[in-house]
């Protein structure tokens, strides 16, 4: 192929005018960002359009005397026209073919330069397209609704000595920075103005957590423990050990919560009046008086739960019933 | 059957992953002694809410003597290492059942042992 291409090297040098002898004179220093930028202005420049139509009509001629011969880097310019018509934003065959040129014309890897260039063209492309849409970010309508902070010079210093000063003096120093950030916000609520559309709205996708919860396999599961038993490296200093110590349960979190795990949700009505669960016992007897004096105190104790003491409850009537007959023998 | 081989894996798993860091690992008791101790503090804390309302019921003058005598029948009938009484308070460390101090569950020789290497925290040696 390095052979086959000699005889095109001097027709594009002769075809193409000042600006490929341009990019030679360049030499290897920075030829690819050289290409970039003459790309990249090649829709600015009006008068390159030229240039560029006697290159297109230079490789026609090249296309017709190499076609039987079949080279890679010829062949590569129909392949590229038919991955952009694939893609669905077939590129202006006029670039391809100077894009094509250029590659030809540079002593390096052609297929790799030419395949570079197209890419560059293409995102060009993509980018004027979702300009002309106005899908792209506008600086214009993010800048509109910002307005430039006056920092007056007694207020940066008043933040400055603020920042330093002891605990003694914060609230004297933070009062006023508080009354000039609230007077900033309230002058402009946040849901006016136009959608910007920087973010992404995530979808929610129940069904593959669901999917995802079902099944877990027995792999799943040792590759979980590989990646844990390989992530979980040593502590490198007490607090990264007191971490480990909190995850496992050693340590308690701080600041200490004297209700961490009783998570009793009932009111305290629930705990003190007990009665409606009396209502299977009789009215009368000494059963009945031992019953109220359990639930009097069942009311008074505060570390049972209301569940533990509808079980003892519970379970008071269960051994009465059992007992019934020896009662009724009394 | 596919879930309880699941529930299983799941368990082997919480059992295997919480513990990758390589560090003493205490996979038996000091001697046999301190495993009986253990097993009766399991079972004690099992029949504990039962113990407490047998008792009740025994130990009031309002109900009648038969019942507190029935009752007395079965809390005897309930196992005897479930009573609270048989725990021993033994050192942590050694198993030793005398000298053994309850705030810091060490036996007297294990406590000046750590407090004069200085590992435990806030204990001084007292000099008044």
Redo the contacts between chains.
Sequence with gaps: SVLSTDPEKPASKDSAPEGAAKRQEDGAETPKQRLLDIIGNMKVEVSYRKKLQQLKASENQKQAINKLEGLDSEGSVPQGITEDTQRGKPLNPELVKAASAVASSLPRDKKQTESELLAQLRRHEETTDKQKKGGTINICNVISEMTVKRQSLAQRGARISGRISLHLDEDGQRIRPERSSAQSIDSRSLKVGKRLNIFTKASTEPEHALKTVSS?T?WD?EF??EV??VT?Q??RNGFEEMI?WT??GILWEFPIDNEVGMEDDAEFHEHIFLEKHLEDFPKEG??R??ME??ICGLSKNPYLSVKQKV??IE??QK?FEE?KE??Q?? | MAAGALCWALRAARQVLPSPCPRQVRSYYVDWRMLRDVKRRKVAFEHADERLRINAIRKNSILPRELQEAADKDIAALPRDSCPVRIRNRCVLTSRSRGVKRRWRLSRIVFRHFADHAQMSGVQRAMW
Excluded: R
Aim: glycine share 0%; charged share 20%; no cysteine.
């Design positions: 877990p027995i599961l979980a423990k844990a038993a979980a040593p502590p480990q995850k496992e000494p059963i008086h031992f004096l359990v079980e003892h379970w008071f051994y007992k020896l009662l023998e009394i």
